[in-house]
């Protein structure tokens, strides 16, 4: 299974942009690159994925290296409501789309 | 009303008891998941299942045992628990729509065995 480098932790200001990077050099043709967040007390939740391009959503915005040995999710306007765990996984579709969790990246936004 | 739940919320039981955990989901999705979070960790898939009666193991299903005897319920039982079950519990469901499909987690289950 390929595996995600994540940093342990970030901090960023509110209303500032954010940039989570993650390495994958490992990473197959095929492996899709998505991301979840955990807020505290809940359940991970998607925030976006992709292959190769770069990909936009109403949450956040993924580039994507062009070798795709890193990619990077941006959300444009950190607010406190996305303070939590970031995790960058590719997901295991030979054992039914088994998500490795790895330790993410844990995003703190200060006022 | 939350598309994945879970029952119960919390549960403190006893090393030895049985104990089952339930997933409920009206997302009308096929894949269904278990998985368990250690403080400070990520989640680790336990089971997973493709369709009513589907059963596959996952990483640490040992301890674990699942049933699936309808598209929207899993269940998880503890057959005989042990301190070092106590975790976070949470389902997920998925529709399978090809490599890019998403999951989608419950609110999780806290359990503790003493």
């Known amino acids: 299974d390929a595996k995600t480098t994540q940093p342990n932790s970030m901090e960023s200001n509110e209303e500032e942009p954010v940039h989570l990077p993650c390495n994958h050099s490992?990473?197959?043709?095929?492996?899709?690159i998505h991301w979840y967040r955990q807020l505290p007390s809940q359940g991970p939740e998607y925030v976006i994925h992709?292959?190769?391009s770069n990909v936009n959503n109403r949450m956040a915005s993924l580039a994507i290296a062009e070798d795709r040995k890193s990619s990077t999710l941006i959300l444009h306007r950190a607010t406190l409501r996305d303070a939590a765990v970031y995790y960058c996984i590719l997901p295991v579709y030979n054992q039914g789309g088994k998500l490795i969790f790895g330790q993410g990246t844990e995003l703190s936004v200060k006022p | 009303d939350a598309d994945v739940t879970q029952t119960p919320r919390n549960r403190i039981t006893k090393t030895g008891k049985r104990i089952m955990l339930e997933c409920s989901q009206t997302k009308g999705h096929d894949r269904m998941y278990w998985y368990r979070q250690d403080p400070g960790l990520g989640l680790r898939l336990i089971y997973y299942?493709?369709?009513?009666?589907?059963?596959n193991k996952g990483e640490i299903s040992d301890g674990y045992s699942v049933s699936r005897q309808a598209q929207a319920k899993f269940s998880l039982s503890l057959e005989s628990a042990i301190p070092n079950q106590t975790a976070l519990y949470f389902c997920?469901?998925?529709?399978?729509?090809?490599?890019?499909?998403?999951?989608?987690f419950g609110p999780g289950t806290r359990l503790t065995v003493l």
């Open positions: 992709g292959l190769t």
């Open positions: 490992t990473i197959s043709g095929t492996d899709y």
């Open positions: 997920a469901t998925s529709d399978h729509r090809g490599p890019g499909d998403t999951q989608y």
């Open positions: 299942s493709f369709d009513v009666k589907d059963i």
